[in-house]
């Protein structure tokens, strides 16, 4: 028996039980507060639309645990019976270049999980999101988000690919995976940089917010707080979903602030200008640059640790390769590492929720009251049917974002 398998085995189980155990508190503690609202939110929200809300979180939760029942025996068959190195075979028979043959490998096994994958993601639209009312996406308009989706990863992947490819060839005694990862950073910085101007308009439409009161409001609070922005747009996220979002997205001349026209239908002028100001916090306060210097030490770790391994042929051996190759170390890198970092989320959940007190706080400064942030915040969850009861621990490993009333009770603190 190959170690390494013996130890990913070990890991792979670990945080599957661990994620079950947390799935099964959080339903459990759900079912057991469903008929009650909870107290602060008693005259705020319907005992109805909170049953919906208790109703909406145990299907998506259900939906969850069966993605994994089946996907989870599908990947270790593959692992198991050589599936992987006897498709490297196949590939590799056809005669291309290394690079080629690595794009063709990559691009079947990537094929294969989305198509795994698929049922789940269409039943979460078309059945759960279209129950509760949420889903607006016909079918063409999902096929023709997916068509566009290949197209952009094909145009903007699989050059990348190469290059990544290219380095691992070249440069496989040397130094490498610091070329990887300066490519790598380099991609993400103009990616980000452009994204709302060359990839959301392939996606949705961008319309300049009307000059008005609320432009002028925004206009204001950004002045205030010293918050540089080249445009206010509204997105028409209502083609696909009634959710409702706000975000800052590009860097330098390219940053837009983006509401979804959803958010403008449901919330008040005073609730839109407290939810800018908090991202404009997160901005100010520097936890995008934080985020994105942890996401680069991140790759900047994980590269060099597979550096480390990439010449073992116990590596390759264990997902059933029978040669090594850079696209192989990848593809059991990108399978293999998500079971042994697992158990560090609870750490960038804890520092993400610290972020977003520090948001909230931020906002009520900038607006000199916290009213409109809790009205916006109550309206947000009524209106996406937040889970009101999540089980402690559940929110704690998992919660990007503190629940709502963490949330409010900090808000009513400040
Ligand atoms: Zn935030």
């Known amino acids: 028996m190959n170690a390494f398998l013996v130890v990913f085995a070990i890991f792979f189980l670990a945080e599957h039980i661990l994620d079950y155990w947390l799935t099964w508190l959080n339903t459990r503690h759900v079912r057991s507060h469903a008929n009650e609202v909870p107290s602060y939110f008693r005259d705020r929200i319907s005992l109805e639309d909170y049953q919906k809300s208790v ?65 789940f993601n269409l039943y979460s639209t078309f059945v759960i999101e279209q129950k509760y009312g949420f889903n607006k996406m016909t079918f063409e308009l999902w096929l023709l988000d997916f068509a566009k989706g290949l197209l952009l990863s094909i145009v903007i992947g699989v050059p990348v690919l190469c290059g990544v490819l290219w380095f691992m060839d070249r440069y496989g005694q040397s130094y490498w995976w610091l070329y990887v990862w300066m490519l790598l950073a380099l991609v993400q910085f103009v990616i980000t940089t452009v994204f709302p101007v060359l990839i959301v308009p392939l996606f949705n439409k961008l319309t300049p917010l009307e000059t008005g009161s609320l432009r002028s409001r925004i206009e204001a609070i950004a002045e205030k707080v010293r918050f540089k922005i080249s445009g206010v747009f509204t997105m028409d996220g209502s083609k696909r979903s009634t ?33 800018l100001a908090h991202e404009m916090g997160h901005n100010l306060k520097k936890h995008v640059r934080t985020g994105l210097l942890l996401g680069l030490g991140a790759s900047f770790v994980a590269l060099f640790v597979l550096s ?29 590492s998500g079971s042994f970092t697992f158990f560090l989320e609870p750490l960038f959940s804890m520092l993400s929720r610290k972020h977003e007190y520090e948001a909230d706080r931020f906002a009520t400064e900038a607006m000199g009251t916290q009213q409109p942030m809790i009205q916006g915040l109550v309206k947000l969850t009524q209106d996406n049917l937040s889970n009101l009861t999540p089980h402690p621990l559940y929110s704690f490993f998992y919660y990007s974002h503190p629940t709502v009333m963490e949330r409010i009770s900090a808000l009513e603190n400040v």
């Open 308 to 336: 480390r391994i990439i010449h073992a042929p116990w590596f390759y051996e264990a997902f059933g390769f029978r040669a090594a190759s850079s696209y192989a170390a990848l593809f059991i890198f990108a399978k293999a």
């Open 55 to 119: 109703r909406y979180t145990l299907d998506k939760a259900k939906l969850g645990v069966a993605a994994s029942l089946i996907g989870i025996p599908i990947l270790w068959s593959m692992i198991l019976s050589g599936f992987f190195g006897m498709v490297d075979l196949w590939v590799r028979s056809w005669g291309f270049s290394s690079i080629p043959t690595g794009v063709i490998f990559l691009g079947i096994m990537s094929a294969l999980f989305y198509a795994v994958s698929l049922p």
């Open 243 to 275: 959710h409702s979002n706000a975000y800052f997205a590009g860097m330098g001349r390219f940053r837009r602030i983006v509401l979804f026209d959803t958010l403008v239908k449901t919330l008040s002028e005073s609730e839109i200008v407290a939810v």
